[in-house]
């Protein structure tokens, strides 16, 4: 009993420092495929070329991509853990991405609700079969396009919005325990929510998300499981086939920006999970004072100050 405790014991030990070495090959060959892409844009974004269509598709989902961005963000940990200005500079950029980014998109909000007035006046009161908008080239679709079309704009919303949300603080969030611990308590659990939660999901989003997308904007469909090998030889019949196909006869027909929106969700997400982990870090390390330091929150106004953060 004994040797198999010990074989057991000598296996997982061997798994987990193969796993080790495997990291830090991928790290340090990240480096080089930063390099090689950087010198050689053209392999992978003249999209005049098959198979630079190809390559971009497979290396957008690979270990590759996911080692060189976290080599990158290493460099720039290390950096700001030196110089905490720099990483202070690195939260107010990413958290003024989420902020600008959100504040445009949640206009479409009222966009949805003008358009809903639209179609209901059209319907029930002009009895119009379509909508027609723009000057000289007009715009002109069935009014159950127009209908479907909202659906769009509650996407951009959701997927756009959601850092912007979370910079906020408007997010839901049920309490056990965070409100009763200290202040540096509260900075670890934060980072170690950003590590082992908000990234993990982000990258699994972001994976399953680029070859959805993919596969409904060129044919022969593309697959997470194909090698780089299999995927340049299906460019030689490679063509774009945008998915245009809508749930009804003549409804929306630009389902594919769903897929392009997820893609985009899940990178924003991984963003702010980095921008999240830093400022809990700098909070941490600097203590009490700093605490919510350069956040760009909304405001109501001068007066209205009783009235922010009820939901």
Not at 70 to 89: C, E, K, N
Request: charged content about 15%; overall charge neutral; glycine content about 8%.
């Amino acid at each position: 009993m004994q040797e198999v405790n010990s074989a057991s014991l000598g296996s997982a030990l061997n798994a987990v420092w193969s796993g080790l070495l495997w990291t830090l090959q991928n790290l340090a060959e990240a480096f080089l495929n930063i390099g090689y892409a950087v010198a050689n844009p053209s392999m992978w974004l003249d999209w005049s070329d098959k198979q630079a269509v190809m390559r971009f598709v497979y290396y957008g989902g690979s270990v590759e991509l996911f080692f060189a961005f976290a080599a990158i963000v290493l460099v720039i940990t290390i950096i700001g853990f030196i110089h905490r200005p720099f990483m202070w500079g690195c939260v107010r950029g990413l958290e003024t991405f989420a902020n600008t980014t959100g504040r445009f998109f949640a206009w479409a909000g009222l966009l949805m609700v003008l358009q809903q007035i639209i179609i209901v006046f059209m319907q029930r009161i002009f009895t119009r079969p379509d909508i027609v908008f723009g000057f000289g080239v007009p715009l002109q679709f069935d009014i159950s396009w127009y209908a479907e079309e909202l659906k769009l704009y509650n996407a951009l919303v959701v997927a756009l919005c959601v850092t912007y949300t979370f910079v906020q603080g408007g997010h839901v969030r049920v309490d056990l325990i965070y409100s009763a611990v200290s202040f540096r308590t509260k900075k670890v659990i934060d980072m170690c929510g950003s590590v082992l939660f908000m990234i993990p999901v982000a990258t699994l989003v972001w994976m399953y998300g680029w070859y959805f997308m993919w596969r409904h904007l060129i044919v022969p469909k593309p697959s997470a499981s194909d090698t780089l090998e299999r995927l340049l030889l299906k460019s030689r019949a490679m063509r774009w086939n945008v998915e245009t196909i809508g749930f009804s006869p003549n409804g929306f027909t630009a389902y594919f920006l769903f897929k392009i929106l997820l893609v985009a969700f899940a990178g924003m997400v991984f963003l702010q999970a980095i921008a999240f982990f830093y400022r809990s870090y700098l909070e941490f390390v600097e203590g009490e004072g700093s605490e919510n330091k350069y956040l760009d929150k909304d405001t109501l106004g001068e007066g209205e100050e009783a009235y922010e953060g009820v939901h």
